[in-house]
Nanobody, 126 residues
Framework: VQLQAFGGGLVQAGDSLRLSCAAS????????MGWFRQAPGKEREFVAA????????YYADSVKGRFTMSRNNAENTVYLQMNSLKPEDTALYYC????????????????????WGQGTQVTVSS
């Protein structure tokens, strides 16, 4: 599976952005998909994830209520709608995919994912 993330950019605090992650090579219809981010000098951290085919979407506390993860089955694409952006949201954002479903206790763990996109930069100015 190849994942390509795009949609990042430079915005001001309070603005919105929508990231997209297009998957090719196989369908992601039965796979867990996630978004992670990494700021300079920091560890890559969980943002959002979901086991597609049912279940809820999980979010990091820092983005809950502002970010929404969704998908388009026909286009084999997942999205991350980011509203009310803050300077602390500045990071390189990665989409990730697993080979199948991921147990809930592990869904926030980056080691549960086998496929990674190249990352798209989001910079939020104050």
């Amino acid at each position: 599976v190849q994942l390509q993330a795009f949609g990042g950019g430079l915005v001001q605090a309070g603005d919105s952005l929508r990231l997209s992650c297009a998957a090719s090579g196989r369908t992601i219809v039965n796979s867990a998909m996630g978004w992670f981010r990494q700021a300079p000098g920091k560890e890559r951290e969980f943002v959002a994830a979901k086991n597609w085919g049912g279940g809820i979407t999980y979010y990091a506390d820092s983005v809950k209520g502002r970010f929404t993860m969704s998908r388009n089955n026909a286009e084999n694409t997942v999205y991350l709608q980011m509203n009310s952006l803050k300077p602390e949201d500045t990071a390189l954002y990665y989409c990730a995919g697993a080979r199948g479903r991921v147990i809930i206790s592990n869904i926030r763990n980056r080691t549960a994912y086998h496929y990674w996109g190249q990352g798209t930069q989001v910079t939020v100015s104050s």
